[in-house]
């Protein structure tokens, strides 16, 4: 039998390691962590909805009137009022005929893969996708083809060398370690020309990217009919919990029928699903959260090459810095939590090999003092040998 304990020591060893940490407070850019004031540049929180008084308030009167929980499946007698109203607003916003509530984004496309894909279909996905669309593309049993970031003329040869079964390109909108945004406008045409279903998760990039918020395809200008299949999740920008697939009746209909992580799990609290109603609503009416957003990367872009860390290239809050080995991430997110400063090291199998790295997540909440202490803890680890 295999030893984990060895396992284990191993993974210390090749400073893979992983350890939780214990947080307190209303989440926001400054939390007690481990019983010590951190500031927080490594949540996901982008417009600072997450601790919010009407998403908070939203979410307490959600529980007052349907209790705590759903009590069962959206199948059985948990799609309360609250789902619905939901979904029919998540489906506006984005622009689609339904929406479909999943209880985690690894569910929804768990649930959406499976459900349209399977024996003597083909899948094909960036090489940088988020785990739980591999995970979907390997338990559907569809054959899976896996291109190189980006590579468009890889997919292409893929794509022209298909002959059976259905075939569906799944990408991320927005990268979530590299924070770049896939090249929707060519996967578009791409799957047009191969009658290939297309479907984009957009965990990172729905309520940020866009005019309105409604992420990635409403900043590529693209729709329902360039790409079929949308996943969202609610608990980054939206600051609550969550995730939905929104598409065409038939798409939603084939899911509810389908999708065994919908019919065979209990719905999310109904009490979430009014929080999120209220996160929606401050969404769509402050653009400034997107705008105050962008300054902060921009700001934040132009001070980091002045210290000649090496910065990858992203416009989205996802910012990360690369380290030359693990133990190197994890010394220099060591030294700034020694400043107060809470950045994850983010190490393989989340990156590749060789792409260990600090990754900096920005939020509207950040005041300019929030960034300014970071900018110059972030100066200081080229006085310690950061090359």
């Not at 899976?144 to 298909?162: E, F, G, N």
């Not at 996967?187 to 998760?201: F, G, I, K, N």
């Not at 950040?366 to 110059?376: G, M, N, V, Y």
């Amino acid at each position: 039998m295999k030893s984990l304990r060895e396992d284990l020591d191993r993974l210390r060893r090749q400073h893979l390691y992983r350890q939780r940490r214990i947080s307190s407070g209303v989440q926001g850019p400054e939390l007690l962590v481990d019983g010590r004031p951190k500031l927080i540049f490594c949540s996901n929180d982008y417009l600072g909805l997450a601790g919010h008084p009407e998403v908070i308030a939203a979410l307490r009167r959600g529980a007052e009137a349907y209790g705590a929980g759903s009590g069962a499946a959206h199948l059985v007698c948990g799609h309360s009022y609250a789902h619905h109203a939901l979904e029919e607003e998540l489906a506006d916003f984005t622009g689609r005929a339904r929406a479909l509530l999943f209880s985690t984004g690894y569910m929804a496309n768990l649930g959406a893969v499976t459900a349209l894909l399977g024996k003597g279909d083909s899948l094909y996905q960036d090489r940088l996708n988020h785990a739980s669309l591999i995970d979907a593309g390997i338990l559907s049993r569809a054959g899976l083809k896996r291109y190189p970031h980006a590579d468009m003329a890889v997919l292409q040869r893929q794509l022209s060398a298909h002959s059976r079964g259905e075939a569906m390109v799944a990408s991320d909108g927005v990268f979530s370690m590299d924070g770049d945004l896939a090249p929707l406008n060519t996967l578009s045409e791409l799957c047009r020309q191969h009658r290939a279903w297309l479907m984009v998760d957009d965990a990172h990039g729905f309520g940020v990217l866009g005019k309105s918020g409604a992420g990635t395809l409403e900043h590529y200008n693209l729709d329902s009919a360039h790409v079929p299949l949308l996943m969202g999740t609610l608990g980054k920008a939206l600051g609550t919990f969550g995730a939905f697939v929104a598409g065409s009746e038939e798409l939603i209909e084939t899911l509810i029928q389908r999708a065994r992580s919908y019919v065979y799990t209990t719905a999310l609290p109904p009490a979430v699903a009014e929080a999120t109603r209220a996160s929606l609503r401050l969404v769509k009416a402050e653009s400034w959260r997107r705008e105050r957003l962008q300054q902060l990367i921009s700001r934040f872009r132009d001070a980091v090459r002045e210290t000649g860390l090496p910065l990858m290239d992203s416009r989205t809050p996802i910012q990360p810095i690369l380290a030359a080995t693990p133990e190197q991430a994890l010394a220099w997110s060591g030294r700034l939590e020694e400043q107060g400063i809470l950045v994850s090291a983010i190490r393989p199998p989340t990156v590749p090999e060789g792409g260990a790295r600090l990754r900096v997540t920005l939020s509207a909440a950040h005041s300019d003092a929030h960034l300014d202490r970071l900018l110059e803890s972030l100066a200081g680890l080229q006085h310690g040998g950061w090359q």
